[in-house]
């Protein structure tokens, strides 16, 4: 019998790869962080022998559920400035708030609370777009989470930079020190194509392509930025990026929520990544994105959350939920977007958008053990009829029981084992103290 590490025994398995498997009284194998083997109990029981085994009844495991946009450090301003259009929302109260406090200890510190927040809901990994991009790498790096750090650049100065050349020169440095480090990624992250001049954006496309790097960027989040770049430009946003050579697989286009027929085809043909946003596009009343359609065309989807300012939360899972609805309701048709698709994008969707799916986004022997365990015994979750759509559409996040990354515990029992909640909680409440102050 071969030794290993730990055998998880859970009641159900969701490899997500093959789509739609759900596997019963299977064990998962786990040694040296990553997955040996996933089969049937009775055979793998007599081919290893653990050092740990752990029974899982009543709970189903999935991959790590991964967060393809997110802006971390904004969790310190949950709910500092709610019900307001997008453009003023953040031209009077987010980025006035972030030039007077957005330091690398805010950024810590909202980094941390998000991070807590996440792993609780049985997110693994997520793909950040903030300013001091190096603390959050720390931060991730510390709390054993997976992380995509982004090489922000903004057309204007801020505390982290003062200029587009400081912040290239800056995210270059970020990609060095980090490039080795097994859990810690690197994007470039352009804010959007109306924030970021032509010529910087062509700059970053061509360092993303020399440093392989994908590139993370908000576009046609609502129509008045379409509207502003066809009176500015006579030509909508997409198709500008696409005449400077942005648009292609490399390309994680957030939001999208306006898109006419021929960007369709377009991001279809090109293998582009779109990061859907349901929530945060709806409370901002930015639109919503035709994901029916483009699920349907076969096009690379992945789940984000934003950040939890504009959310208000870092729920993946009830994004998974919200997706899967509006695609219905939007396609008026019950067979759009089903369950195993939507896990699908908030899995395996984002590994892909992040490069990473050779290592994370499904239950599959090789991969690291970036797992998670969801209790379904509660009243909320019976009877069990299909475990994936039980999963889907009537599971909470406060069901996550158990979190795993690279075969690390970061959740057992619903508590976080690296990070600590109690300095975490008095920190977001004296951050709170001082942004209150500042409005």
């Known amino acids: 019998m071969q030794s290993v590490d730990q055998i998880l025994a859970p009641q159900w398995i969701i490899p997500v790869e093959p789509a739609g498997e ?18 049937p109990g009775e055979q793998l029981h007599q081919a290893y022998t653990a050092r740990q085994l752990t029974p899982l009844p009543d709970q189903v495991v999935v991959p790590g559920l991964v967060n393809a946009h997110t802006h971390a450090a904004m969790t310190l301003l949950r709910g500092y400035a709610d019900d307001l259009p997008l453009m003023t929302w953040l031209q009077e109260h ?67 930079a003062a200029h587009p050349d400081e912040y290239l020169e800056k995210g270059q440095a970020l990609h060095a020190s980090w490039q080795q480090h097994p859990l810690i990624d690197t994007v470039m992250a352009p804010h959007a194509p109306y924030t970021v001049s032509e010529p910087d954006l062509v700059r970053a496309a061509e360092l993303a392509e020399s440093l392989n790097r994908r590139i993370h960027m908000h576009i046609h989040e609502t129509l008045g930025e379409i509207e502003d770049s066809l009176e ?29 027929e021929r960007e369709r085809d377009r991001v279809q043909a090109t293998g582009t990544h779109v990061i859907h946003c349901p929530e945060a596009n709806l409370k901002l009343g930015s639109g919503i994105a035709p994901i029916a359609d483009l699920a349907a065309r076969g096009a690379a989807i992945a789940i984000g959350t934003d950040g939890a300012a504009s959310n208000n939360d870092l729920d993946v899972l009830a994004e998974m939920r919200t997706a899967a609805l509006l695609a219905k309701g939007s396609a008026r048709d019950a067979t759009a977007l089903p369950a195993h698709q939507a896990l699908e994008m908030a899995t395996l969707g984002g590994a ?29 979750s019976q009877p069990v009829h299909n475990p994936l759509s039980q999963l889907v559409y ?46």
Request: aromatic share 6%.
């Open 232 to 260: 500015k430009t006579g030509e909508r946003p997409l198709m500008r990026l696409d005449a400077m050579g942005l648009v292609g697989p490399r390309l994680l286009a957030v939001h999208m929520t306006h898109l006419d």
């Open 22 to 39: 759900v596997l019963e009284d299977h064990l998962i194998v786990i040694d040296d962080g990553r997955i040996v083997d996933v089969g």
């Open 352 to 380: 892909r958008a992040l490069g990473r799916e050779a290592e994370i986004g499904s239950i599959v022997a090789g991969k690291s053990a970036d797992l998670v365990a969801f209790d379904l015994s509660g009243p909320e």
């Open 94 to 160: 987010i980025w006035p708030a972030e030039q007077a406090h957005a330091r690398e200890a805010f950024v810590r510190a909202g980094t941390e609370l998000a991070m807590l927040e996440m792993l609780r809901g049985g997110v693994t990994c997520f793909n950040d777009m903030y300013f001091f991009p190096e603390v959050t790498a720390e931060a991730a790096a510390a709390a054993g989470m997976r992380a995509t750090v982004g090489m922000i650049l903004i057309g204007f100065p801020t505390a982290y």
């Open 394 to 439: 009537a599971t909470g996040r406060s069901q996550a029981r158990h979190v795993w990354v690279a075969g690390q515990q970061l959740l057992q029992d619903g508590e976080a084992t690296t990070l600590d909640s109690r300095r975490i909680g008095q920190q977001a409440r004296e951050w709170r103290d001082t942004l209150s102050a500042h409005q």
